[in-house]
């Protein structure tokens, strides 16, 4: 066994193996793999071996199509067979919200390139003989889908990883994991220690010990998953005999069930509800193709779902019964990136459909490890969009509730409730007092509408215009007329301070840093590439001060990022004060006169400029007043002490009672920023697309001086840049506006994507954001969008198109 290797990857599962394969792929020879017992020996031997190709994640979408195109090429390059069959999978709808959900997946499907055609209930009859399709309204069908083995696809590229220089140690036993002062790591095992740079893991249901051993909390626990095989069927047997084709992988959605042929029978997998979390502190020491004791009671009502949708699975005998563990992370989609807060650590867990994700994983990690960026935007997989609160009783909870959920609708404005309200401002109560409709992020509770008296406070989920959208629409309206509070304590929150904080700052961003104290600059830390990874408003508080803010999902990210890159010379000083500030946005045409009413700073215009900010009182509390918001209007962000928050609140809406003063959300902040164009992460803004793409040119200064990513930048804007950021009408809407990731045509091409969608109350016209081909992004173009299966005329307008000047922010 080697002593020293530029990497060692830790888990011998199909993940870790495939991450093992193509670091070697990518040059990386001197790479080695150790697995405690026999490769596959945790989840991946009893995997069913499903392919499904269907995700609403952007991300987690591109990882399965690469897989499900890799794994039918590997075995032509290894020589070694992966048991691929090419089935088809064939998903069911009953109504017509889950038609929707399939219209909708079906546009991000187009985006990236992946076949989705939707049946008749006769065609699903043709391909599913054995199906009965009196009560369903249709159903989508990949092609390119099916299933695979999943030991033969693991040892093909183990094959493919040693043929390339790869070296995998079985039955070696980890013991620790020792980061080391110049950050490279020892792995030490039972047969001798392994000196590495970096370390992957990929140790699925051992995830537990693994965090122990690396001090990391890390977001997974696996939960019981079972499936039945039964006996041959007569008709399936005779079918074989005629030469017939599989029938394919057949999913009824609302009965939260997979089944497909197997040796002529059938395997039932359902995701019931009651499904326990196990392993909480990982297996035991000696835990080797382990299983749980079969709990059928727990699928009795999916079994009787799948008796009367496919007749003859009531007509076999059970064969065996699967229950195995496979991991979970609290919103179902794997973790696939650098770990937080220590370098050169990896993480590639969690994998609730590892088969599937394996491929693209590998790829992607490979892909960010070598070249220091992966090659799509990773966002929706990065291991540190989970925080602290993250933790042990958060997740049997959460990923319990993300393994029910797989085949639920997954409505675009879906908040699931469980561990909720976890993360609470001070204000909490006095807005749910108000009618307050609360998501998360992050944990923390935001308020996204506010029902009106009489108006049942509650979501009706769905992809089209719903219950609230009027209410939005009425907070809109007063924002816009008069003046609104929203609550944004989420924001992310950091201090920058030391004499060496304005040069650190301005090495990591494109922006030049505010010079002067008191003065706010938006500045975007670029990605290795030229894209955009992070987007920090940027307040000097003092010479060598600033108080960073950033989106309430990034924290953990952005920190991370800050605290990787600063200086280690005790020049610059990091401090994460998310907890210890409230935020509350007064914005509208009187969000002077009220504030004015309560401190004794001048607020006029030529005392309290656009971009700035000042330390005020409110009343007896206090407030840094920065001067900037994300509707497009007058206001100030005021950032206060959490302690003060509840006075602060009962103060301004005491004092607005003359201006009506009204509560309003994130869904009106979000139509609001719509009609400014204001661009978001990771929608507009993306490590796919180049800073200048996403059309931040007055916020990228080339020629200021070396920052991350600029000659990157450079060399992309020399070669041409494939997209332009546009703002679009949409014409022709009656009840559905875009949410993003629809796509969008012209003569029949598709021609780019929309990246984020709704309806404007001030302009009164459906929008979208969007990117699209250089050569079509002109005032006026006339293109086509595809909103549900349905194509509507789009016409590019000016940016901005809401007040164009900032006439009302400058007010």
Request: hydrophobic content about 35%; overall charge negative; aromatic content about 10%.
């Amino acid at each position: 066994m080697k002593s020293q290797a530029k990497v060692v990857v830790i888990g011998g599962g199909v993940v870790g193996v495939s991450t093992l394969y193509h670091l070697v792929k990518k040059g990386w020879s001197d790479c080695v793999l150790v697995e405690r017992n026999e490769l596959t020996s945790g989840s991946t031997w009893h995997a069913a071996g499903l392919l499904p190709l269907f995700n609403m994640s952007y991300s987690v979408g591109q990882i399965h199509k690469y897989s499900v195109k890799f794994y039918q090429e590997l075995e032509k390059e290894t020589g070694q067979p992966v048991g691929f069959s090419k089935v088809s999978n064939i998903r069911l709808a009953d109504n017509q919200d889950r038609m929707d959900e399939y219209k909708y997946y079906a546009g991000v499907a187009k985006t990236i390139g992946i076949d989705v055609r939707f049946l008749e209930p006769e065609e699903v009859k043709e391909i599913w003989p054995l199906c009965n399709t009196d009560d369903l309204i249709g159903a989508i069908q990949h092609v390119d889908d099916g299933y695979i083995q999943p030991a033969d696809l693991t040892q093909a590229m183990a094959k493919g990883a040693r043929n390339g220089g790869g070296e995998i140690y079985r039955n070696t036993r980890v013991l620790a994991i020792e980061q080391q002062p110049d950050d490279s790591w020892i792995v030490k095992t039972d047969k001798g220690d392994i000196a590495c740079e970096q370390v992957v893991t990929a140790t699925g249901n051992f995830v537990r010990q693994t965090g122990l051993m690396l001090g990391l909390d890390i977001p997974v626990i696996p939960v019981e998953h079972q499936y039945i095989v039964t006996e041959p069927h007569p008709d399936i047997v005779q079918r074989q005999k005629d030469g017939l084709p599989e029938m394919g992988v057949l999913r009824e959605s609302d009965a939260s069930y997979y089944m497909r042929e197997e040796n002529g029978g059938l395997i039932l997998g359902p995701y019931e509800k009651g499904a326990p979390c196990c392993y909480i502190d990982g297996p035991d020491e000696d835990a080797e193709y382990e299983l749980f004791q079969e709990d059928l009671d727990r699928l009795e009502p999916h079994i009787e779902a799948a008796m009367n949708r496919v007749p003859a699975f009531a007509e076999v005998g059970i064969k065996k019964v699967y229950n195995g563990a496979i991991c979970y992370t609290p919103d179902g989609s794997p973790i696939i990136g650098p770990a937080w807060g220590k370098k050169n650590l990896w993480l590639n867990e969690g994998h609730s459909f590892g088969i599937t994700a394996a491929g693209g994983a590998g790829w992607q990690i490979a892909e960010w490890m070598v070249d220091g960026e992966p090659t799509i935007d990773m966002m929706g997989v990065d291991p540190r969009r989970f925080g602290p609160y993250a933790s042990r009783g958060y997740l049997k909870t959460k990923n319990e509730e993300a393994y029910r959920s797989v085949f639920v609708i997954h409505y675009p404005d879906e908040e699931r409730g469980d561990a909720r309200p976890l993360k609470q401002t001070p204000c909490y109560d006095r807005m749910k007092a108000r009618g307050a409709v609360f998501g998360q992020v992050y944990g923390w509770e935001r308020p996204n509408w506010f029902a009106p008296e009489g108006v049942e406070a509650k979501d009706v989920w769905s992809f089209r215009r719903s219950n609230y959208f009027k209410h939005v629409g009425n907070e809109c309206k007063h924002v816009t007329e008069k003046v609104g509070l929203l609550d944004m304590s989420a924001f992310s929150k950091y201090q920058v301070s030391g004499p060496g904080a304005e040069a650190f700052l301005d090495s990591i961003v494109a922006n030049r840093i505010p010079k002067t104290v008191g003065r706010i600059g938006l500045c975007h830390m670029l990605s290795e590439n030229g894209g955009v990874r992070c987007e920090f408003t940027i307040y000097r508080t003092g010479p060598q001060d600033f108080y960073l803010v950033s989106a309430g999902a990034s924290e953990r990210h952005d920190f991370d990022y800050l605290q990787k890159l600063a200086p280690k010379d005790g020049s610059v000083n990091l401090q994460l004060v998310t907890s210890q500030y409230g935020v509350l946005v007064l914005a509208g045409p009187k969000a002077r006169d009220l504030l004015q009413k309560l401190t004794d700073t001048d607020l006029s215009n030529e005392k309290f400029r656009w971009l700035s900010g000042k330390f005020i009182n409110v009343n007896c509390a206090q407030a840094h007043a920065l001067r900037v918001n994300f509707v497009g209007e007058l206001g100030w962000e005021l950032h206060h002490p959490i302690e003060m928050q509840n006075y602060i609140y009962d103060q301004l809406m005491a004092a607005g009672e003359e201006f009506d003063i009204k509560p309003f959300g994130i869904r009106a902040m979000d139509s609001l920023r719509l009609e400014k164009s204001y661009r978001l992460i990771p929608r507009e803004l993306s490590i796919e697309y180049s800073a200048l793409e996403s059309g931040l040119d007055r916020f990228v200064h080339l020629n200021k001086g070396q920052f991350i990513g600029r000659d990157a930048l450079v060399e992309w804007q020399q070669k041409g840049f494939a997209n332009t950021f546009v703002t679009m009408e949409v014409h022709g809407i009656t009840d559905t506006d875009a949410r993003g990731s629809e796509p969008i045509y012209k003569d029949g091409e598709i021609i780019g994507r929309a990246t984020s969608g709704g309806y404007g109350w001030r302009i009164n016209k459906s929008l979208a954001l969007a990117m699209v081909a250089p050569e079509l992004a002109n005032l006026g173009q006339e293109l086509e969008i595809e909103i549900l299966g349905q194509r509507h005329k789009a016409t590019i307008i000016e940016e901005s198109p809401f007040d164009p000047e900032n006439v009302r922010l400058r007010a």
